[in-house]
Structures are given as C-alpha cells and as structure tokens.
C-alpha cells in the first residue's frame, strides 16, 4: 500500500545546512512535496518537486528527487533557529495526499 | 480569503460523548481531506472528499467516526461515542484540483477523559 517514511529526529546548529530525508513506496506519485508545522498551527507548503524533475533549487531550500529509489530528500542551507519546526514530506497519488511521520528539526544556536 | 476555517479549536469530553468536528474549506476548492495528527502515528488521512462525494474514507478508524459534506462550504467528521484513544489534533484541509497545493486549517485539538 501507499507509504511515505522518514526520521523523526535532526538537530542541527545555526549556520549549518540541514538536510531531512524522506522514502516513499507508490511509484505512480506525480507530485511529491515538503511541508512545515509550527507549533500549534497547521501544515504549510514550502515547495514540491514533479516526479520528472530530478532537483529543484528555491532560495536556501534544495529538493532532491531519485525516483528509482524513491528516495526524497529536502536541504536548507544556512539553517537558522526560525526554522526549527516538523518538516512533512508527502506524495500526490490522483489527488490523494499521503504524508510521512514528519521530521522535527531543532536547530541550536 | 480567511482560508481554511475549523472549529472547535479545542475541545475536552468525557468518554461516551458525541464529537462534532466542523469545516469551512476555503471557496472554490473542489477537495477536501480530515487528517488526524498524533505522535504516535503521525498525520494520517481519515477520508477525503471531491465535489462533495467521498472518494476514500479506508483511513477512517472505525464505525464510530463519520464525514459527511452536505456542500462545498460544510464538512463535519463526528466521532460517536468518543474513547480516550481518539484524543489528538484533527486537520481539515481543502485544495483546488488534483494538483493544487493543499490549505490547512489551524486544527481542533480533542482530548477525550
């Protein structure tokens, strides 16, 4: 069935890139995407990335695709103490979003 | 828009009782999902809706939770009776089309005593 993974856990110190890891089991994804939850609040989209591409670059985030693999992975370069939050890495299957256990990110200063 | 609108936001029971979760999608979006967050299993998907038709509800836990969406602007997930395991932050979320981003609501928080 469908399935979307990841570690629940990554510290990391201000400065520093954080990268946050994600698989996922259905190869029929046609979107995959990352999401951030602040406390107390709901999920918001950072950026996704179509199953044909294998990178996509905005501002401090890199997405990595290797979709033989189905492996996802998100890069924030230059990680600073406002991005700690739950990251949630999620697939689009015909409309149907499946997200990951998410990833809590402390960044320490 | 005021996005994605849910209400309660928090809300404390007693064991037996009737939960009555609402949700105000955002206008103009044709889907709309009920997600369940606990630390224990994460956000997981209860049911969603296109035009108003249930499309998958596999993820409802059991008999005693129910969606309905009588129209475009109204979702309600009910929870009869509530048990103490039902405690967690129930999300409802809306888009527009297959691909469009998902919108999520600021959640109802259900602790059930």
């Known amino acids: 069935g469908e399935d979307v993974e990841q570690s629940l856990f990554l510290s990391v110190r201000e400065g520093d890139s954080s990268v946050i890891n994600c698989t996922y089991t259905?190869?029929?994804?046609?979107?995959l995407y990352w999401y951030k939850q602040e406390p107390g609040a709901g999920l918001q989209l950072l950026t996704y990335i179509f199953s044909n591409m294998d990178m996509k670059q905005d501002q401090r985030l890199t997405v990595l695709l290797n979709k033989k693999d189905k492996h996802l992975s998100l890069r924030i370069a230059d990680t600073q103490t406002g991005d700690s939050a739950i990251y949630f890495c999620a697939s689009n299957q015909g409309g149907k979003l499946i997200f990951g256990q998410g990833t809590e990110l402390s960044v320490k200063p | 828009d005021a996005g994605v609108i849910q209400s309660p936001r928090h809300e404390v029971t007693e064991m037996g009782q009737e939960v009555t979760l609402r949700c105000k999608p955002i206008?103009?979006?044709?889907?709309l999902f009920w997600y369940r967050q606990t630390m224990m299993r994460g956000l997981e998907l209860l049911i969603y809706f296109n035009n108003n038709v249930p499309i998958d509800d596999s993820g409802m836990p059991e008999d005693r939770f129910s969606a309905k969406m009588p129209n475009a602007s109204f979702s309600t997930l009910k929870i009869q009776p509530s048990e103490p395991r039902d405690s967690a932050v129930y999300f409802c979320a809306s888009k527009w089309g297959a691909t469009g981003e998902l919108f999520f609501g600021e959640g109802s928080r259900l602790t059930v005593l």
């Open positions: 206008s103009g979006h044709d889907y």
């Open positions: 259905d190869s029929s994804s046609t979107y």
